[in-house]
């Protein structure tokens, strides 16, 4: 992963700062939006009306050249038909949305409307997954997305109730994942990423990694899937198993769909023709959160 | 052939515009009136450091200041020396932002506050506009799809049979599976059940009976039973509902009317010569 040019790079930096500056100047929420100039909402994988107004749909799109500078030319096939911003506002006021991106409990994703919580504390419990009323356990026993822990008890990890529900109208869910970002003793930063919940009968090895991939069911000829694998809904609770008190870390939450057709699919099947052999045909739509800092 | 150059128009002009231009530099050179004066008025600088305070919440240093005042009088120059070379003129961002600025004009002669009267007049020759959706309040049994798989079918009759029996509300705590967004929604719209559960959920939602279980509902979750206890209809709302709105939308139209009006006040001092419009690609198709 290339410094300086991901999210969750300038969360590693954050926390990197924070330890020399005693700021995090990087301490944001996550929200998905389109970078289109077209005026237009219209980013689903079927009906994806590009960035430019004068590239949509029609069959030369893909091998448009999009942008050309000194450093890169990119393709017209590589725009990607994203994203949402969701908001966990307690109303819809343009108050209480503000309020809420404010306090950072939000999340991104790159088209489906997927409903995602998250919730860091001190005595989250595997029942808890079991729930009738997740956000109230969830609200209780600790803080939401975007939220803060510290002040470690003596001898315990931070635990997360994490759960999400796939779009009505989308696909199925492959897994649930939790990246934990750190500054380590040295000084430097760290990540890792778990899976802390995935669809079916699939393991997840002792390192956290699930090795089994969820399959894939796109017909891309017809520019189809079925949400015969997968699951519908998924909900867990997590618990750090390499905690160290002593060190600032931050946790978000990665939700990751069935493969599904990517728009150069629709486009193909639609128009009839053959995309450059460069284009991928099929995406994995997802939501990240806004992270859960920990800090000493 | 050789001299075909000089014959050329252009090129003799082209000459006796260097001509000139050299003259000037000799002659025009002596510049006889004054500079013009750029004066940058105490008012003026209190105005760059507000601009400076809104931006970054804090009071310009003195040398952000005079970074300020530095800018000013660069834009000052150039401003001036743009608009003397004329190029101001023929500018479709300059037009856009001189329009803007005259349609604000326009707009900003205040709009005075609307009676009672103006605004129930408003909102009855408007209903369209502020009309609302019919809202449920209802509770609901799960079974998720994901955890019972291909028992769900066997386990909805058992849920069925339960709830028939049940014909007041029922505690149904120990029935179904734990939904992610609860199991009491209130109020919610037609359009908002269509976000959570799908539109095939939504339009059997909006035909159910009141106050008893129905059910099961499909929905790609899986199966819902659902007792609907209030139907809040939609429609014309009365205008305490929804006078904010109102008030908005009566301003604007209001604003619009004047900007009208202006722009006719004005067009009327022009007389408007529009030579003959090319044929539209529509005529021009047909023609062919």
Redesign the interface.
């Known amino acids: 992963m290339l410094e300086f040019e991901y999210a969750r790079s300038a969360l590693k930096n954050g926390l990197k700062m924070e330890a020399e500056l005693g700021v995090n100047p990087y301490k944001f929420g996550l929200v998905g939006s389109t970078d289109a100039h077209t005026g237009l909402a219209a980013v689903e994988e079927d009906n994806f009306f590009g960035k430019f107004s004068a590239y949509e749909p029609n069959p030369d799109r893909a091998t448009h050249v999009l942008l050309k500078a000194d450093k890169a030319v990119i393709m017209g096939w590589e725009q990607t038909a994203s994203g949402y911003a969701a908001v966990w506002a307690t109303e819809n006021t343009r108050e209480a949305i503000f309020d809420a991106m404010k306090r950072r409990e939000t999340y991104a994703t790159t088209g489906p409307?997927m409903?995602v919580?998250f919730f860091g504390g001190w005595d989250f419990e595997p029942s808890d997954a079991?729930?009738?009323?997740?956000?109230r356990v969830g609200y209780t026993k600790g803080v939401p997305m975007g939220g803060d822990l510290s002040n470690a008890p003596r001898g315990k990890s931070p635990t997360f109730l994490v759960?999400?529900?796939?779009d009505?109208?989308g696909a199925n869910l492959d897994r649930i994942q939790i990246i934990k970002g750190w500054l380590g003793k040295d000084g430097q930063t760290q990540e890792r990423i778990y899976d802390v919940v995935v669809?079916g009968e699939r393991k997840i090895d002792a390192d956290g990694r699930s090795r089994t991939p969820v399959g894939n069911t796109v017909d891309i000829a017809n520019a189809t899937w079925t949400?015969t694998i997968g699951?519908?809904?998924?909900?867990t609770v997590w618990k750090d198993p390499d905690f160290d008190p002593a060190l600032r870390a931050f946790y978000y939450v990665r939700v990751i769909e069935i493969p599904t057709p990517r728009w150069t699919a629709y486009d193909a099947k639609y128009f009839g023709i053959t995309m450059p052999k460069d284009a991928p045909m099929t995406t994995t739509e997802r939501a990240y959160t806004s992270p859960i800092w920990y800090t000493p | 052939m050789k001299f075909a150059l000089l014959r050329e128009p252009l090129f003799q002009f082209l000459v006796l515009g260097a001509a000139l231009f050299g003259l000037f530099h000799i002659v025009g050179n002596k510049k006889t009136d004054a500079p013009e004066r750029i004066v940058v008025s105490s008012a003026r600088i209190d105005n760059l450091a507000d601009g400076f305070a809104r931006t970054w919440r804090r009071p310009p240093g003195k040398e952000e200041l005079q970074g300020l005042v530095d800018d000013y009088i660069r834009d000052e120059v150039f401003y001036r020396e743009g608009r003397a070379a004329g190029l101001d003129r023929d500018d479709v961002i300059i037009r856009r932002r001189v329009r803007q600025k005259m349609e604000f004009f326009a707009e900003d002669a205040s709009v005075p506050e609307p009676s009672e009267a103006e605004l129930t007049a408003y909102l009855e020759s408007n209903l369209e506009r502020f009309k609302t959706e019919d809202r449920l309040t209802f509770h609901q049994v799960f079974l998720s799809a994901t955890r019972r798989g291909a028992a769900i079918d066997r386990d909805s009759q058992q849920v069925s049979n339960a709830l028939a029996l049940a014909d007041t509300e029922v505690d149904t705590t120990a029935i179904g599976d734990p939904f992610l967004l609860g199991e009491e929604f209130q109020a919610v719209s037609q359009t908002e059940l269509a976000g959570i559960f799908g539109d095939v959920f939504a339009k059997r939602m909006s035909v159910l009976e009141l106050s008893r279980w129905q059910g099961p509902i499909p929905s790609s979750f899986g199966q819902h039973f659902v007792y609907i206890s209030e139907r809040i209809p939609g429609g014309a709302p009365p205008l305490d509902a929804v006078r904010d709105a109102v008030r908005r939308e009566w301003s604007k139209a209001r604003r619009l009317e004047a900007e009208q009006k202006l722009y006719s006040s004005l067009r009327e001092r022009y007389e408007i010569v529009v030579e003959s419009l090319p044929a539209t690609s529509t005529e021009a198709e047909a023609s062919r």
């Open positions: 409307r409903i919580r079991n729930t009738r009323m997740p956000a759960a999400a529900l796939k009505p109208i669809s949400n699951a519908g809904e998924m909900i």
